[in-house]
């Protein structure tokens, strides 16, 4: 019985939350503070009609739930505000959580935030948690990206919430002083902005392929041999088009990192930032991946449809008819069974990697990686699924680039252009493997850093 009671005097108390709101949001909001080891109170207008709760949970009048708790998050919409100048008494000291957010920007003159500031004098809020939704809340940072943006005028309150915040498994980022809280409500109405500059370049890369090929192809053929073949436009000329621009973007994910490579390299040291535009560029290279694996998709899909077009099907028709009509028959060309094999083999290959750099990349897979592994799939596995993709391009072109009648319009073929950014990039690779450079690039990201000799003479001086 004595070690019992020990027990139950060592054993710390519940920490009390209030909520007000039990819509999807406060819900998901609240079954993670349960699980986290909190008490909660729900404080609601009907305490015993306002629908499911989670189990372990208190619901009571916003008056009796706001002093019970020292912290309250407000889940409720801005236009409901009013209630709470009503318990500014019991409010008076307390930490009040706004987790709100509008339909669009600019609706009101202030911020949510600032306006229940105003309300309520005498209560410390604190902006938070408007950047999740109540699925995230309600699931965790599975995603491991899940970040709670914060900010307001008391120091003590903000460390309160990052507290919470921190148990219930994310990560918190201070946005400084109650003025931040306008940006921090527009976070959740931007629409896809970490995809906005790979959603442009593939936007202008495809714009200019299908353009260029246009021209080569369609118009070069109607306007020089009076031939009509603006159906390729549907498959053909797209099956040109996305394969160019996955190429492309693929390559482009893996530039960046040759490139701050070579900046370290030439500064002699890793702890010097780079240029803020290598710095964005690194940061969406997941999302330029993910969108050249989607046009690499469809780039299988297309080639599988081919055999069953109409063209495809008169044209196959007509050549065996003409060859039953002459009673004679094509011999078979070893050297063009062996291209189109490989074409095709690497091209499987090429694509079976850059499906297993995309599954490795979902937050589901990746969390299941250790660093190590993740890096390798990413990096060496990365550019292996590189010099495939474009091993594939150098096969479909053969020995085309030779032949005068490939150059329409004194303009080289579009796979000719696609293979510019990837051939670079993987020269460049090679370059940062040879035994002297990757030394001493590798003792550089180790720490190492290379002495400067102007800084030297200059010491030398000074003394």
Same mark, same amino acid.
């Given at each position: 019985?004595?070690?019992?009671?020990?027990?139950?005097?060592?054993?710390?108390?519940?920490?009390?939350?209030?909520? /007000?709101?039990?819509?999807?949001?406060?819900?998901?909001?609240? =079954?993670?503070?349960?699980?986290?080891?909190?008490?909660?109170?729900?404080?609601?207008?009907?305490?015993?009609?306002?629908?499911? &709760?989670?189990?372990?949970?208190?619901?009571?009048?916003?008056?009796?739930?706001?002093?019970? *708790?020292?912290?309250?998050?407000?889940?409720?919409?801005?236009?409901?505000? @009013?209630?709470?100048?009503?318990?500014?008494? =019991?409010?008076?000291?307390?930490?009040?959580?706004?987790?709100?957010?509008? #339909?669009?920007?600019? $609706?009101?003159?202030?911020?949510? *935030?600032?306006? #229940? !500031?105003?309300?309520?004098?005498?209560?410390?809020?604190?902006?938070?948690?408007?950047?999740?939704?109540?699925?995230?809340? !309600? +699931?965790?940072?599975?995603?491991? +990206?899940?970040?709670?943006?914060?900010?307001?005028?008391?120091?003590?309150?903000? !460390?309160?919430? *990052?507290?919470?915040?921190?148990?219930?498994?994310?990560?918190?980022?201070?946005?400084?002083?109650?003025?931040? *809280?306008?940006?921090?409500?527009?976070?959740?109405?931007?629409? /896809?902005?970490?995809?906005?500059?790979?959603?442009?370049?593939?936007?202008?890369?495809?714009?200019? /392929?299908?353009?260029?090929?246009?021209?080569?192809?369609?118009?070069?053929?109607?306007?020089?041999?009076?031939?009509?073949?603006?159906?390729?436009?549907? $498959?053909?000329?797209?099956?040109?088009?996305?394969?160019?621009?996955?190429?492309?973007?693929?390559?482009?994910?893996?530039?960046?990192?040759?490139?701050?490579? /070579?900046?370290?390299?030439?500064?002699?040291?890793?702890?010097?930032?780079?240029?803020?535009?290598?710095?964005?560029?690194?940061?969406?290279?997941? !999302?330029?991946?993910?969108?050249?694996?989607?046009?690499?998709?469809?780039?299988?899909?297309?080639?599988?449809?081919?055999?069953?077009?109409?063209?495809?099907?008169?044209?196959?028709?007509?050549?065996?008819?003409?060859?039953?009509?002459?009673?004679?028959?094509?011999?078979?060309?070893?050297? $063009?069974?062996?291209?189109?094999?490989?074409?095709?083999?690497?091209?499987?290959?090429?694509?079976?990697?850059?499906?297993?750099?995309?599954?490795?990349?979902?937050?589901?897979?990746?969390?299941?990686?250790?660093?190590?592994?993740?890096?390798?799939?990413?990096?060496?596995?990365?550019?292996?699924?590189?010099?495939?993709?474009?091993?594939?391009?150098?096969?479909?072109?053969?020995?085309?680039? #030779?032949?005068?009648? =490939?150059?329409?319009?004194?303009?080289?073929?579009?796979? $000719?252009?696609? #293979?510019?950014?990837?051939?670079? &990039?993987?020269?460049?690779?090679?370059?940062?493997?040879?035994?002297?450079?990757?030394?001493?690039?590798?003792?550089?990201?180790?720490?190492?850093?290379?002495? @400067?000799?102007? +800084?030297?003479?200059?010491?030398?001086?000074?003394?």
């Amino acid at each position: 019985l004595f070690l019992h009671m020990r027990l139950h005097k060592s054993t710390p108390e519940q920490e009390t939350v209030c909520i /007000f709101g039990t819509g999807d949001l406060g819900r998901s909001l609240g =079954q993670r503070l349960l699980q986290s080891g909190y008490r909660l109170v729900y404080g609601s207008r009907r305490p015993h009609s306002c629908g499911p &709760v989670p189990p372990g949970a208190q619901v009571m009048s916003h008056e009796v739930a706001a002093q019970s *708790a020292s912290l309250v998050f407000v889940c409720v919409q801005r236009e409901h505000y @009013d209630f709470l100048e009503t318990l500014a008494p =019991q409010l008076n000291g307390k930490v009040l959580v706004d987790v709100s957010n509008n #339909l669009k920007k600019n $609706m009101y003159p202030e911020a949510n *935030a600032e306006y #229940l !500031q105003k309300l309520i004098p005498g209560a410390h809020v604190v902006k938070a948690f408007n950047t999740l939704s109540a699925w995230a809340l !309600q +699931n965790g940072p599975s995603d491991a +990206n899940r970040q709670v943006y914060l900010c307001g005028n008391n120091p003590e309150a903000k !460390q309160a919430v *990052a507290v919470i915040s921190t148990k219930l498994g994310f990560t918190v980022q201070d946005r400084g002083s109650l003025s931040a *809280a306008r940006e921090l409500e527009d976070f959740p109405l931007q629409l /896809f902005p970490e995809w906005r500059l790979p959603m442009r370049l593939t936007i202008g890369l495809t714009a200019f /392929f299908f353009f260029y090929l246009l021209t080569r192809d369609v118009i070069y053929a109607y306007v020089d041999e009076g031939r009509d073949i603006s159906f390729r436009i549907m $498959m053909s000329l797209a099956n040109k088009v996305f394969p160019s621009v996955s190429l492309i973007l693929l390559s482009l994910c893996y530039l960046p990192g040759v490139i701050a490579g /070579f900046f370290q390299l030439y500064r002699g040291t890793k702890y010097k930032r780079f240029p803020d535009w290598l710095d964005r560029w690194m940061l969406c290279r997941k !999302q330029l991946g993910l969108i050249a694996l989607a046009l690499a998709s469809l780039h299988v899909l297309y080639t599988l449809l081919i055999p069953i077009r109409y063209y495809v099907r008169f044209r196959l028709a007509g050549s065996t008819i003409s060859q039953i009509k002459s009673n004679k028959t094509s011999p078979f060309d070893t050297t $063009m069974a062996w291209r189109t094999d490989s074409y095709y083999a690497i091209g499987a290959l090429g694509f079976g990697l850059y499906l297993l750099l995309g599954i490795s990349s979902l937050p589901s897979v990746s969390n299941a990686l250790s660093w190590r592994e993740f890096s390798f799939i990413q990096s060496k596995l990365g550019y292996l699924t590189l010099f495939f993709c474009t091993f594939h391009t150098y096969l479909y072109g053969w020995d085309r680039f #030779l032949y005068i009648s =490939q150059y329409k319009w004194y303009t080289p073929p579009g796979y $000719m252009l696609c #293979l510019v950014v990837p051939s670079l &990039v993987l020269v460049l690779r090679l370059l940062l493997l040879l035994p002297c450079v990757d030394k001493s690039l590798s003792r550089i990201r180790q720490g190492w850093e290379r002495t @400067d000799p102007e +800084n030297d003479s200059k010491k030398s001086l000074l003394a």
